[in-house]
């Protein structure tokens, strides 16, 4: 039981600006399951992605051993030919294509010219049975759920012979039972041998399936706890997780709070796809001018949908609930409507959602806006020009003129530039989902400059955020939303990352229970 | 920081412009030196602009549809043949009022551009599958309108208002002076214009490009207009069919380049879900893009029929293609969200002068088919490999 599988050490992977990890050392033992905890952007990730050679050998520093043997993979072929497997966050099937197609994808039964279908449909329905699914390999993925689609992807690791099963999130999409069905057929593999690499930030399953946990933060390894030596204690984990001074990252401002600015009641979404899945339910929260807001919650419990839904009904359907802005109840049916109400959404995706790569700076500022350029639907150029150039002095976004092409600026820039825009549209109210994911910590503080003035100024905003410390960095107040429900409100001079942690998990238990 | 476009820029940006003048010099010396005169001889250059006439319209409107994500109307073609067989009926056979005919022949148009739109934009239909049922449709619809014949010849008091020339005489002297006088007032409006936009800009305060540039583009502009205005002149004056062209090639430019529906065609290609979330209707701007193509193929139709003295059954095969093909030699991208009315002209143009070129020259037609083939390839590599080469100086 205890011989080493597995060992990385000394992984140093640097990507532009930012160090993602520093000098890893990990173990696997063979037949253990062992799970890798930290914070979103802490580095699990690419660790993972680093072993299965998605960033090849020489992209970063360090060793990797199997069974003692120093190994270099250049593609995840390679990787998986040792005994490797990956299964990711998002799925990588083919929704057209049968469960058994996309199982032996690019690992064909048969030969190249005469693929064997009886073999592939035979072995894929021998494997399927293995994890626990009773459909047949021959219909398509499109017509299975989530949770079966996950069950595919182990069932396809298997089929190549996998030494080391490696899980991203795996239960980030499922439900409840769902999830429970997938945490009891790892410690079943574990009980046949199989080496598993669990990856989660929910600790009650971490804590259900996991021989030792590693808790990496900030591309470090803190701690790695044994199970055999001292049973698992969930607070010493989220210790090991967000212990980290947050002084000086922040920006002072002046706090002057005033009127409730927006109220939302009882808001509840349902799943565009899935009709019965409630992704918000009953949200009651509200915000005041000049102040700062946060919505704290772990991926996967809806506040991206929940403030994309409130934006003009641009996420989900059979929306209910009610609006109020300065005390008016307000329907906001669409975005259209929602930035006429002096509300604007910068979303937490700005290369997909937010902004149009191949344009200008100019042409991305004024897009939402382009009343404020145009007379009678005609633009004036060079009122547009204006407005750019000020703009970017505004923002401080770093670039040669405004013409210049969003993709060719540094995310840093590239957030800016999405700020502005929505700056542009002269909002009362900003919801700001994730204002600094992957941008640098100088970049941050900018974005963090300019959050504060904007809340000076009286306007209120709301800030996602995955980023703990940013929330308690910047926001006046704090809800916590778990499973689509606000289950925790807190002063931000109150609060604590234990403190909202605590808050997660214990609604995570009482939902398992249940 | 970059005030003003460096020679690098200019050319990049218009390198499929100096294709077209190369080509064209090309030409020239290819058939002065087979002794067959000249490419700018002046009845050729008339003969030019009706010739490819359509494909300008076309390509106009094909342009707005590629803009919104890469998307081609295929349709085009067997449309330009409906609304020509409904003219011929209308104005031949039926003898009705011509200006109520054409009204109802761009109703028409407009009509099967909106029946396409409503697919593509609100039932999200893949434009190419809408449209290559169009193709079939509309051809069909035609064929049964002719019952398989050729309608024709459409009276005078039609065709004058798309083959005739201005001025309307035939004193030669003055035809040209005219039409060159006419060029030279384009001339001075175009500086003019440019001269006061130039002001306004410098009272307000907004940057301005060096004088040096500005007086550049006029002196290449005006030398354009003049030169043309004169090979006009010398033979029957300015055809009527290219004040038609103008006006839509000037209105559309416009339109993309300044207008607020224009700009959403770009937010639209360049990136439909960012366009969403900044307000922007994106069903209704896809919807209008192809109802425009079905009305600017209206307008092809008419001028086709007239160009041709007839309405027939096979007319506008393959016009969609060529359409395309002007897009995209003119610098569209195939995803959307780039791409300008001048550049689809620029790359009407320059298939027009390679047809008009190789059949001067007397090339046979299979072979001119194949050349053109490798000739549009080669000019759109050599833009995309210029474009690149730039980028990475």
Redesign the interface.
């Known amino acids: 039981m205890d011989t080493l599988l597995l060992e990385m050490k000394h992984i140093t992977k640097t990507f532009p600006g930012v160090k993602a990890l520093d000098d890893v050392t990990l173990d696997v033992r063979q037949g253990e399951i062992h799970a890798i905890v930290g914070e979103n952007g802490a580095g699990k990730s690419t660790l993972m992605n680093i072993l299965s050679g998605v960033y090849p050998a020489g992209s970063f520093e360090g060793e990797i051993i199997i069974h003692g043997e120093s190994c270099h993979f250049h593609t995840i072929k390679e990787s998986e030919q040792k005994g490797i497997a990956i299964i990711h966050q998002e799925l990588a099937l083919v929704p057209y294509l049968t469960i058994g197609e996309n199982m032996f994808l690019g690992n064909e039964r048969g030969s190249y010219f005469r693929i064997d279908w009886d073999k592939t449909y035979n072995r894929a329905d021998e494997l399927l049975s293995m994890v626990g699914l009773e459909e047949s390999s021959k219909i398509a993925i499109k017509d299975i759920g989530v949770g079966k689609q996950q069950l595919v992807e182990i069932a396809k690791a298997l089929a190549k012979n996998v030494k080391v099963l490696i899980l991203d999130e795996p239960t980030a999409s499922l439900n409840d039972s769902e999830a429970k069905k997938l945490l009891d057929l790892l410690l079943e593999f574990k009980s046949k041998g199989m080496t598993s690499i669990l990856i989660s930030h929910k600790l009650n399953e971490v804590s259900y399936v996991a021989d030792r946990i590693t808790v990496i933060r900030d591309g470090q390894v803190i701690t790695t706890m044994d199970k055999e030596q001292k049973a698992f204690a969930e607070d010493e984990i989220i210790k090991a997780m967000v212990g980290r001074s947050i002084e000086d990252r922040f920006p002072k401002r002046n706090i002057k709070i005033g009127e409730v600015s927006l109220e939302v009641e009882h808001w509840t979404v349902y799943n565009p796809i899935n009709q019965g899945k409630k992704i918000c339910d009953d949200i009651t929260i509200n915000l005041h001018k000049g102040e700062v807001v946060g919505i704290s919650g772990l991926m996967g419990a809806g506040r991206t949908e929940f403030v994309m839904s409130l934006?003009?009904k641009?996420y989900g359907q059979d929306i209910s609930g009610t609006v109020r802005i300065n005390g008016k109840e307000v329907h906001l049916n669409?975005?259209?409507q929602?930035?006429d109400n002096k509300i604007a959404?910068v979303?937490e995706d700005r290369k997909?959602?937010?902004?149009?790569?191949?344009?200008p700076i100019m042409?991305n500022t004024t897009?939402?806006n382009?009343?404020a350029i145009?007379n009678h639907?005609?633009?004036d150029?060079?009122l547009e020009?204006?407005v750019s150039k000020d703009m970017v002095a505004k923002m401080g976004t770093k670039c040669?003129?405004v013409?210049e092409d969003v993709n060719n600026l540094s995310g840093g820039n590239q957030q800016k530039v999405l700020l502005g825009?929505w700056i542009f549209t002269e909002p009362e109210i900003l919801l700001l989902d994730e204002p600094t994911r992957g941008i640098d910590v100088g970049a941050k503080y900018e974005i963090y400059t300019i959050i504060n003035q904007l809340a000076e100024e009286g306007k209120s905003i709301l800030v996602i955020s995955s980023e703990m410390p940013e929330i308690l960095g910047i926001c006046d107040r704090i809800y916590v939303l778990s499973e689509g429900r606000i289950v925790g409100e807190m002063l931000g001079s109150e609060a604590s990352q234990e403190a909202i942690m605590t808050c997660i998990i214990q609604n995570q238990k009482g939902a398992k229970t249940s | 920081m970059r005030h003003s476009l460096g020679i690098k820029d200019s050319m990049k940006k218009n390198s499929m412009l100096l294709v077209l003048i190369a080509t064209m010099i090309l030409f020239n010396g290819l058939i002065s030196a087979s002794g067959r005169g000249s490419l700018f001889v002046p009845a050729n250059i008339s003969n030019l602009i009706s010739q490819n006439s359509y494909v300008v319209i076309l390509a106009t409107g094909m342009l707005l549809c590629i803009l919104t994500g890469g998307n081609i109307d295929l349709s085009v073609g067997s449309v330009v043949a409906l609304v020509g067989a409904l003219a011929g009926t209308l104005i031949v056979n039926l003898g009705w009022n011509i200006y109520f005919s054409i009204f109802i022949c761009l109703l028409t148009g407009l009509a099967i551009g909106a029946w396409q739109g409503f697919w593509i934009a609100y039932v999200r239909i893949p434009p190419f599958i809408t449209t290559l049922a169009g193709m079939l449709l509309w051809r069909g619809v035609a064929l049964i309108i002719l019952n398989g014949l050729t309608i024709s010849p459409f009276p005078e008091e039609y065709l004058r208002y798309f083959n005739s020339f201005l001025p309307n005489t035939d004193d030669k002297a003055r035809v040209f002076t005219i039409t060159f006088v006419l060029g030279v007032i384009i001339c001075l409006v175009v500086i003019a214009y440019t001269l006061f936009n130039r002001q306004t800009k410098k009272k307000k305060g907004y940057q301005i490009e060096p004088l040096a540039y500005t007086i550049a583009r006029i002196v290449f502009l005006s030398a354009a207009i003049l030169l043309v205005a004169s090979l006009l002149g010398q033979h029957k004056g300015i055809p009527v069919v290219l004040i038609l062209l103008a006006v839509i090639v000037l209105g559309y430019s416009y339109f993309t380049s300044r207008s607020v529906p224009g700009r959403h065609l770009y937010a639209l290609g360049g990136n439909e879900k960012a366009a969403k979330l900044s307000g922007i209707n994106t069903n209704r701007v896809l919807f209008f893009a192809y109802a425009n193509m079905g009305f600017l193929a209206g307008v092809a139709a008419l001028v086709g029929v007239a160009r041709f003295n007839s309405a027939a059954p096979t007319a506008g095969t393959n016009y969609e293609l060529d359409a395309i093909g002007a897009c995209f030699i003119g610098g569209a991208s195939a995803y959307g969200g780039t791409g300008t009315v001048g550049g689809a002209i620029i790359g009407a143009i320059f298939m027009g002068v390679l047809n008009n070129g190789m059949s001067i020259l007397g090339i046979d037609a299979n072979w001119q088919k194949a050349v053109k083939g490798i000739v549009v390839l080669a000019a759109v590599v050599f833009d995309v490999l210029s474009k690149k080469r730039v980028k990475s100086n």
């Open positions: 934006f003009g641009s669409t975005v259209q929602a930035i959404y979303t997909t959602n937010g902004l149009i790569l191949s344009k042409e897009l939402a382009l009343k145009s639907q005609i633009i150029p060079d020009m204006q040669s003129s013409l825009k």
